[in-house]
C-alpha cells in the first residue's frame, strides 16, 4: 500500500509539489496523470525515497519512509523515467548486481528471469549496457523490476521506448501482478494506457492534485460532458482550447 | 564543406565545452571554434613547442654541420636519425589513439542520427567527428610536428621550419586517411564502449610513450657508441617502410617531394570518397555467452565498484602513471625519488580516483537512490578501494626495493605513513565531490580547476611535511633541520588524523 499526506517539495523559491494527499491500495494500478512539469516525477521520487520532501509524510506496506528507507527499498520496485545503467557494465552484470545487492532468492528470480527475458526478446545481456539503445535500456530496467516481482512497483513512464509487443506484455503482466496483489503505481503521458489499465486516476497540476477517482468518477467532473480521458485531461488541466490553437496555425 | 564543418563545429564543440565542469570563459561563448582549438591542441603545443625549443637550443651550440652529417653506410644524416624515433612513436600514437577513437566517435554518436537529417555533406560530418576526438591524437601530433620542424631548422634555417611544417601537415593527412580506413576496418568488429576504451587507453599510453621517450630514448641513441648497432639502428628507424621517412627524406633532398605528396593525395581521396559514402551503422561486439551464478554475493557495492575500475582507462591510468613513473626513476637506480614520486602522484591521484568512482554512480542518478542501501554504503567502497589499490602497490615496491636492496631498511616504516596520506587524499577526493553532488559528470573533468587545484595543493603539503621533511632532515646534517625531521611530520600526521576523524564523521550524516 502506498500512502502520502501533505507532501511538500520546495527547490529554493519554487515549490514543485504543493501538498499530496494519496492512498493506493494492494491489488490496485493507480494512474499519476499531468502535464510536463506538473511534478509528477517529483512526486514519485518523494515516494520511492529517493528525493527528501520538504514536508509531509509517506508511508509504504506500512512503514514510514523517514524510519525504515532501506526496507522499503527492498520490498519495491521503480522503474525511473530514464532508464540508467552502469555504461561498464554487461546487462547479465547489471542484473546479478541487482539480484546480489536486493538479496533475492537466486534460483526463483533466475526462473522468472529467464521467462521475461524471453517474453521482452531481451538476448543481449553479454553487451556492455553503454552500447544499448534507449529501448534496450529501458527493457532491462523494467526485467530487473519484474524478475524480483515487489509488492509495490513504481513506474515513470514505463512504455516509452519500448516496442509495441514489449509494452503489450508490460500492460499484462502489471495487470496480473496486481491482480495478485501487488500495488502499481504509474505515469504516463499516453491516456489510452491510462484509460485501459489503471483502476484509479489521479491529475497533477501545478503540484497540486486536481482530481483524483475512477474513470466514472472524474467523468462526473467535467463541466463540460467529456467522456474520453483525453478531453477530460485537457479539461482538468485548463489545456483545453486545443481548437482554437489549431485554427489560428 | 568547410562552412558546414565550422558551422557544426561551433555548436557541438559549445555543447561540449557546457558539458565538461571546466568553469565557462567568456571566450567560449564568443568564440567557440578557437576555444575549441585551444582547449583541445594546449597541451600538445606545449608539450611541442618544448620539444622544439629544447633541441633547438640543445643542437645549436653544436655546428649545423653535425647535424646534416651523412653516416657513412647508411645515407642516412644524424639528424634523421635523432628525430625518427619520435616519427616513430607519434605515428603508433598516431593511430592508436585515432582509429579507435574515430570508430566509436562517427559510429556511434548520439547526434549523428540528427546530423544525417541535415542538408550537410557526408564528409563533413566525418571531419567534425574527427575533430572532436583531438584530444585523442593531440600527444601523436605533439611528437610529429617538433620532428619535422626541427629537421627543417637545421636544414635550411628559419624557411626550413616552414617547410618542416609543411611536411608534417601533409604526412598528418596521411595518417589520418589511414585512421579513416582503419576506423572503418575496426567499426566490423568492434563495438562503441571497446572502441572508447581502447582509444582512452592509446591516449593516456602516449602520454606514457612521450615520458619514456623524452626521458630514454634520446640519450640512448646519442650515447651508443657500437658503429653495427648504430647502422641496423638507423636501417630499421628510417626504413621506407615507415611513411614518415619519405617526407623526411624528401626534407633532406633525397626524395621527391611529389612522390610522397601524390601517395598521400591519393589516400586522402579514397579516405574521403570511403566517408562520403559511410553507412554511420551501429555495430555490436561480437560477445561470448555468459551465464549468471547460482548463488548471491557479498558485497556487491565493493564487487560493481571494482568492475568498473578495471574497466575504466581513465581510473586504470590513474593506476598505473605513477608505477611507470616510479620504474624511470628505478632505471636510473634512485630508489628513494622512485618511491617518493610514486606517494606524490598517488595522493593526487587516490583523491581523483574516489571522486571518479563517485562519478559512476551520479552518471545513473536517481538510480542508486533506489538501493536498498544506506548512502554510506555506497560512498565507502570508493574511498576503501582506490586506498587499498595504492597503499598495496606501495608496499609492494618498497618491499621489492628493500628485497634487491636499493633501499634502507628503516624505510619501510613510512609505509604506515603513506597508507594515512593515501587514505586522507581518498577522503579528500570524496569530501570534495559530495559537497557539490549536482555538479556536470558527463565529461572526463569531474572536479574544477580550483579544485584539482585544492587536491594537489593539500595533498603535496602532506607528503612534503612527512616523507619530504624527513628525508631532507636525515639528508642534511645541519641542527636546523631537526624541525623538519620531527616537527613537521607529526604536525602533518596530526592533521591528517584530525582531517579523516572529522571528514569521517561529516560524511557519516551526509544525505542527498
Given at each position: 500500500?502506498?500512502?502520502?499526506?501533505?507532501l511538500?517539495?520546495?527547490?529554493?523559491?519554487?515549490?514543485?509539489?504543493?501538498g499530496?494527499?494519496?492512498?493506493?491500495?494492494?491489488?490496485?494500478?493507480?494512474?499519476?496523470l499531468?502535464?510536463?512539469g506538473?511534478?509528477?516525477?517529483?512526486t514519485?521520487?518523494?515516494?520511492?525515497?529517493?528525493?527528501?520532501?520538504?514536508?509531509?509524510?509517506?508511508?509504504?506496506?506500512g512503514?514510514?519512509?523517514?524510519?525504515?528507507?532501506?526496507?522499503?527499498?527492498?520490498?519495491?520496485?521503480?522503474?525511473?523515467?530514464?532508464?540508467?545503467i552502469?555504461?561498464?557494465?554487461?546487462?547479465?552484470?547489471?542484473?546479478?548486481?541487482?539480484?546480489?545487492?536486493?538479496?533475492?532468492?537466486?534460483?526463483?528470480?533466475?526462473?522468472?528471469?529467464?521467462?521475461?527475458?524471453?517474453?521482452?526478446g531481451?538476448?543481449?545481456?553479454?553487451?556492455?549496457?553503454?552500447?544499448?539503445?534507449?529501448?534496450?535500456?529501458?527493457?532491462?530496467?523494467?526485467?530487473?523490476?519484474?524478475?524480483?516481482k515487489p509488492?509495490?512497483?513504481?513506474?515513470?513512464?514505463?512504455?516509452?521506448?519500448?516496442?509495441?509487443?514489449?509494452?503489450?506484455?508490460?500492460?499484462l503482466?502489471?495487470?496480473?501482478?496486481?491482480?495478485?496483489?501487488s500495488?502499481?503505481?504509474?505515469?504516463?503521458?499516453?491516456?489510452?494506457?491510462?484509460e485501459?489499465?489503471?483502476?484509479r486516476?489521479?491529475?497533477?497540476?501545478?503540484?497540486?492534485?486536481?482530481?483524483?477517482?475512477?474513470?466514472?468518477?472524474?467523468?462526473?467532473?467535467?463541466?463540460?460532458?467529456?467522456?474520453?480521458?483525453?478531453d477530460?485531461?485537457?479539461?482538468?488541466?485548463?489545456?483545453?482550447?486545443?481548437?482554437?490553437?489549431?485554427?489560428?496555425? | 564543406?568547410?562552412?558546414?564543418?565550422?558551422?557544426?563545429?561551433?555548436?557541438?564543440?559549445?555543447?561540449?565545452?557546457?558539458?565538461?565542469?571546466?568553469r565557462?570563459f567568456?571566450?567560449?561563448?564568443?568564440?567557440?571554434?578557437?576555444?575549441f582549438?585551444?582547449?583541445?591542441?594546449?597541451?600538445?603545443?606545449?608539450?611541442?613547442?618544448?620539444?622544439?625549443?629544447?633541441?633547438?637550443?640543445?643542437?645549436?651550440?653544436?655546428?649545423?654541420?653535425i647535424?646534416?652529417?651523412?653516416?657513412?653506410?647508411t645515407?642516412?644524416?644524424l639528424?634523421?636519425?635523432?628525430v625518427?624515433?619520435?616519427?616513430?612513436?607519434?605515428t603508433?600514437?598516431?593511430?592508436?589513439?585515432?582509429?579507435?577513437?574515430?570508430?566509436?566517435?562517427?559510429?556511434?554518436?548520439?547526434d549523428?542520427?540528427?546530423?544525417l537529417?541535415?542538408?550537410?555533406?557526408?564528409?563533413?560530418?566525418?571531419?567534425?567527428?574527427?575533430?572532436?576526438?583531438?584530444?585523442y591524437?593531440?600527444m601523436?601530433?605533439?611528437?610529429?610536428?617538433p620532428?619535422?620542424?626541427?629537421?627543417?631548422?637545421?636544414?635550411?634555417?628559419?624557411?626550413?621550419?616552414?617547410?618542416?611544417?609543411?611536411?608534417?601537415?601533409?604526412?598528418?593527412?596521411?595518417l589520418?586517411?589511414?585512421?579513416?580506413?582503419?576506423?572503418?576496418?575496426l567499426?566490423?568488429?568492434?563495438?562503441?564502449?571497446?572502441?572508447?576504451?581502447?582509444?582512452?587507453?592509446?591516449?593516456?599510453?602516449?602520454?606514457?610513450?612521450?615520458?619514456?621517450?623524452y626521458?630514454?630514448?634520446?640519450?640512448?641513441?646519442?650515447?651508443?657508441?657500437?658503429?653495427?648497432?648504430?647502422?641496423?639502428?638507423?636501417?630499421?628507424m628510417?626504413?621506407p617502410?615507415?611513411?614518415?621517412?619519405?617526407?623526411?627524406?624528401?626534407?633532406?633532398?633525397?626524395?621527391?617531394?611529389?612522390?610522397?605528396?601524390?601517395?598521400?593525395?591519393?589516400?586522402?581521396?579514397?579516405?574521403?570518397?570511403?566517408?562520403?559514402?559511410?553507412?554511420f551503422?551501429?555495430?555490436?561486439?561480437h560477445?561470448?555467452?555468459?551465464?549468471?551464478?547460482?548463488?548471491?554475493?557479498?558485497?556487491?557495492?565493493?564487487?560493481?565498484?571494482?568492475?568498473?575500475?578495471?574497466?575504466?582507462?581513465?581510473?586504470?591510468?590513474?593506476?598505473?602513471y605513477?608505477?611507470?613513473?616510479?620504474?624511470?626513476?628505478?632505471?636510473?637506480?634512485?630508489?628513494t625519488?622512485?618511491?617518493f614520486?610514486?606517494?606524490?602522484?598517488?595522493?593526487?591521484?587516490?583523491g581523483?580516483?574516489?571522486?571518479?568512482?563517485?562519478?559512476?554512480?551520479?552518471?545513473?542518478?536517481?538510480?542508486?537512490?533506489t538501493?536498498?542501501?544506506?548512502?554510506?554504503?555506497?560512498?565507502l567502497?570508493?574511498i576503501?578501494?582506490?586506498?587499498?589499490?595504492?597503499?598495496?602497490?606501495?608496499?609492494?615496491l618498497?618491499?621489492?626495493?628493500?628485497?634487491?636492496?636499493?633501499?634502507?631498511?628503516?624505510?619501510?616504516?613510512?609505509?604506515?605513513?603513506?597508507?594515512?596520506?593515501?587514505?586522507?587524499?581518498?577522503?579528500?577526493?570524496?569530501?570534495?565531490?559530495?559537497?557539490?553532488p549536482?555538479?556536470?559528470?558527463?565529461?572526463?573533468?569531474?572536479?574544477?580547476?580550483?579544485?584539482?587545484?585544492?587536491?594537489?595543493?593539500?595533498?603535496?603539503?602532506?607528503?612534503?611535511?612527512?616523507?619530504?621533511?624527513?628525508?631532507?632532515?636525515?639528508?642534511?646534517?645541519?641542527?636546523?633541520y631537526?624541525?623538519?625531521?620531527?616537527?613537521?611530520?607529526?604536525?602533518?600526521?596530526?592533521?591528517?588524523?584530525?582531517?579523516?576523524?572529522?571528514?569521517?564523521?561529516?560524511?557519516?550524516?551526509?544525505?542527498?
Amino acid at each position: 500500500m502506498i500512502e502520502a499526506k501533505g507532501l511538500v517539495k520546495k527547490f529554493g523559491d519554487f515549490m514543485a509539489v504543493r501538498g499530496i494527499d494519496l492512498k493506493v491500495l494492494p491489488g490496485e494500478i493507480y494512474g499519476f496523470l499531468g502535464p510536463n512539469g506538473a511534478g509528477k516525477t517529483t512526486t514519485i521520487r518523494m515516494l520511492t525515497g529517493t528525493l527528501k520532501p520538504s514536508s509531509g509524510e509517506v508511508r509504504i506496506l506500512g512503514m514510514r519512509m523517514d524510519e525504515s528507507e532501506i526496507e522499503i527499498k527492498r520490498s519495491i520496485g521503480v522503474v525511473p523515467d530514464e532508464p540508467k545503467i552502469y555504461e561498464n557494465l554487461k546487462g547479465r552484470e547489471f542484473l546479478e548486481f541487482i539480484m546480489d545487492i536486493f538479496k533475492c532468492p537466486r534460483s526463483e528470480t533466475l526462473s522468472r528471469l529467464s521467462e521475461l527475458c524471453e517474453a521482452f526478446g531481451v538476448d543481449y545481456l553479454d553487451n556492455f549496457a553503454g552500447e544499448y539503445s534507449h529501448g534496450m535500456k529501458q527493457k532491462l530496467m523494467v526485467i530487473s523490476v519484474l524478475m524480483r516481482k515487489p509488492r509495490v512497483i513504481f513506474l515513470d513512464e514505463p512504455t516509452v521506448g519500448l516496442d509495441a509487443r514489449s509494452a503489450k506484455i508490460l500492460k499484462l503482466l502489471l495487470r496480473k501482478y496486481a491482480d495478485e496483489g501487488s500495488t502499481i503505481f504509474m505515469t504516463t503521458h499516453v491516456l489510452e494506457v491510462a484509460e485501459k489499465m489503471c483502476d484509479r486516476i489521479g491529475i497533477i497540476n501545478e503540484g497540486l492534485l486536481i482530481a483524483e477517482g475512477t474513470l466514472d468518477e472524474l467523468r462526473q467532473l467535467s463541466k463540460e460532458g467529456h467522456k474520453n480521458l483525453e478531453d477530460l485531461f485537457l479539461e482538468l488541466t485548463g489545456q483545453g482550447k486545443v481548437d482554437e490553437i489549431i485554427q489560428a496555425l | 564543406m568547410w562552412s558546414e564543418v565550422a558551422t557544426i563545429l561551433k555548436y557541438s564543440s559549445l555543447n561540449i565545452a557546457r558539458s565538461s565542469n571546466r568553469r565557462r570563459f567568456r571566450g567560449s561563448e564568443r568564440y567557440p571554434l578557437l576555444s575549441f582549438f585551444a582547449r583541445n591542441l594546449s597541451v600538445a603545443v606545449v608539450f611541442g613547442v618544448m620539444i622544439t625549443v629544447f633541441f633547438i637550443s640543445m643542437m645549436k651550440n653544436q655546428s649545423v654541420e653535425i647535424f646534416n652529417y651523412v653516416i657513412e653506410g647508411t645515407g642516412v644524416s644524424l639528424g634523421e636519425l635523432l628525430v625518427s624515433p619520435w616519427l616513430f612513436i607519434g605515428t603508433i600514437v598516431f593511430l592508436a589513439s585515432a582509429a579507435p577513437g574515430m570508430t566509436y566517435n562517427l559510429f556511434d554518436s548520439p547526434d549523428v542520427e540528427f546530423l544525417l537529417t541535415l542538408p550537410v555533406r557526408r564528409s563533413s560530418i566525418v571531419m567534425v567527428k574527427n575533430l572532436e576526438i583531438l584530444p585523442y591524437y593531440s600527444m601523436g601530433l605533439a611528437m610529429i610536428f617538433p620532428a619535422y620542424i626541427i629537421l627543417g631548422y637545421f636544414r635550411a634555417g628559419w624557411i626550413g621550419i616552414f617547410v618542416g611544417f609543411l611536411a608534417a601537415l601533409i604526412y598528418l593527412g596521411l595518417l589520418w586517411a589511414l585512421s579513416a580506413f582503419l576506423a572503418s576496418v575496426l567499426n566490423v568488429f568492434m563495438g562503441r564502449m571497446v572502441a572508447r576504451r581502447i582509444a582512452t587507453m592509446a591516449y593516456f599510453a602516449s602520454i606514457m610513450l612521450l615520458v619514456f621517450a623524452y626521458n630514454y630514448f634520446m640519450p640512448d641513441i646519442t650515447k651508443t657508441n657500437s658503429i653495427d648497432a648504430l647502422l641496423k639502428y638507423s636501417g630499421f628507424m628510417t626504413s621506407p617502410l615507415f611513411p614518415y621517412s619519405w617526407f623526411l627524406r624528401a626534407l633532406v633532398g633525397r626524395h621527391f617531394w611529389w612522390i610522397s605528396s601524390g601517395i598521400t593525395l591519393l589516400f586522402v581521396y579514397g579516405a574521403a570518397r570511403l566517408s562520403s559514402n559511410l553507412e554511420f551503422s551501429r555495430s555490436r561486439s561480437h560477445v561470448k555467452k555468459g551465464s549468471f551464478l547460482a548463488r548471491n554475493r557479498a558485497f556487491p557495492v565493493y564487487r560493481k565498484d571494482l568492475l568498473l575500475l578495471r574497466r575504466d582507462p581513465q581510473l586504470l591510468y590513474m593506476l598505473a602513471y605513477p608505477v611507470v613513473f616510479a620504474m624511470i626513476f628505478l632505471l636510473q637506480r634512485e630508489a628513494t625519488a622512485a618511491s617518493f614520486f610514486y606517494v606524490q602522484l598517488t595522493a593526487i591521484y587516490s583523491g581523483l580516483t574516489s571522486a571518479l568512482l563517485l562519478r559512476q554512480e551520479f552518471l545513473i542518478w536517481p538510480v542508486p537512490m533506489t538501493f536498498p542501501v544506506t548512502m554510506r554504503a555506497l560512498v565507502l567502497p570508493k574511498i576503501v578501494i582506490p586506498t587499498v589499490a595504492y597503499s598495496t602497490i606501495y608496499t609492494f615496491l618498497v618491499l621489492a626495493l628493500l628485497f634487491i636492496g636499493l633501499m634502507e631498511p628503516w624505510m619501510g616504516l613510512f609505509i604506515p605513513i603513506v597508507v594515512l596520506i593515501i587514505f586522507s587524499s581518498t577522503l579528500l577526493g570524496a569530501w570534495i565531490f559530495l559537497r557539490r553532488p549536482n555538479r556536470p559528470v558527463k565529461g572526463r573533468n569531474v572536479f574544477t580547476t580550483v579544485e584539482v587545484l585544492m587536491v594537489q595543493g593539500i595533498t603535496l603539503l602532506w607528503t612534503f611535511s612527512t616523507l619530504g621533511a624527513i628525508q631532507l632532515g636525515i639528508a642534511r646534517d645541519w641542527s636546523f633541520y631537526w624541525l623538519l625531521k620531527y616537527i613537521a611530520p607529526v604536525i602533518s600526521i596530526s592533521s591528517m588524523i584530525y582531517f579523516v576523524i572529522k571528514t569521517s564523521r561529516k560524511m557519516r550524516g551526509f544525505n542527498l
